[in-house]
């Protein structure tokens, strides 16, 4: 296995770990600093992993690795990432909503970093073992959820949220660490992008990737309304408790973790987009589950089976890109295809909020599942 890949894995394992305490409980968090469930909405529009900040951040990351190495990009949205977390803790420390705005603002451009990643790994890999190599880094990343998920529920509820996250300021500083000693990048001619080829990158030429960007901006708008808030959701309609979060989080970690080297080994031999089309599937059933769920067993089990999406879906999605985009663009057509996607779908979270403060768990639930049969339909009829 190329070093560059061991190294990602590692760094993984790492960030996978205090993500997985964060995760369960930072919904929860900011709806005790008394926040609206339509302000939490707008906070994930914003910063949130389908954020507009997260998104247009992962269109500047892929344009400035492609021009100026992977490495470096990674460096500088580690050492961004760090500035958040500093936030978050004073934000849980002074109870300030307007601090846990700003951290959201800094943590959204940290996600510069996924296509200078995702790119690395594609180059430091056989092309017949892609699929492989990123099911191998994505399960590396999850792994420490099965433990960390229901931990950080625990550590939240016993010691307050400044604890987990100075856990994760510390484990984010050894990830800067092993990024800047350990990454070794070949010495290859750059891209040099204009402004116009940015925007190239934004809005395709190829039609095949034009049907990729619509059907994935179609998917995440959809999504954003409902799955992207569900453990606040819970928490608001269900009651659920911080600690009861940590362990549906750390079910889904568990299936998602146990179904990641089999989905990758799906996707290389069947292709990417019958791996697609299966995630969306899976999802569209977990949707279903959420709709008639009443207690905490059925939420349990739909996570269960909600793991098995994303373990597809990220490994496919990757390799799509990376066998169809031109090697030296592949980090920005992976960071457009996020920005496309980011400014169509941004707003999804806040609509979802106020869609659950107008009706309650269900509508917002409904439609997301309405927008999972259109993106399927969508992906059988337009991706090829």
Known sequence: MNRNVIVLIVIGLISGTYWSLIYPVYQPFALSLGVSMSLLGMIEAIGGGMGLLSTLSQLLGGVLADKHGRKKVMIIASTISLLGF???????????????VLGSIVMGCSWMRLPARNALAAESSDREVRGLTFSLMMFAATVPGIVFSPLGGWLAEKFGYEVIFMISLAMEALCLTIIAIFIVEEKVERSKLSFKSTLHILIPKARILKNLYFIMAVDAFFWGLGSTLLYGFLSKSFKFSDTQLGILSGIFTASLALTEIPAGKIVDKYGAKISLILSELIGIIT???????KDFTTFAISQIVFGASPSLWVPALNTYVSERAPEDKIAGVMGGLSAFRGLISFPAPYIGGLLFEISGFHLPIMINLIGAIISLVLLVACLE
């Open 86 to 100: 500093v936030i978050y803790l004073a934000s849980s420390s002074l109870r300030q909503v307007s601090l846990l």
């Open 287 to 293: 949707l279903a589950l959420w709709l008639t769920a």
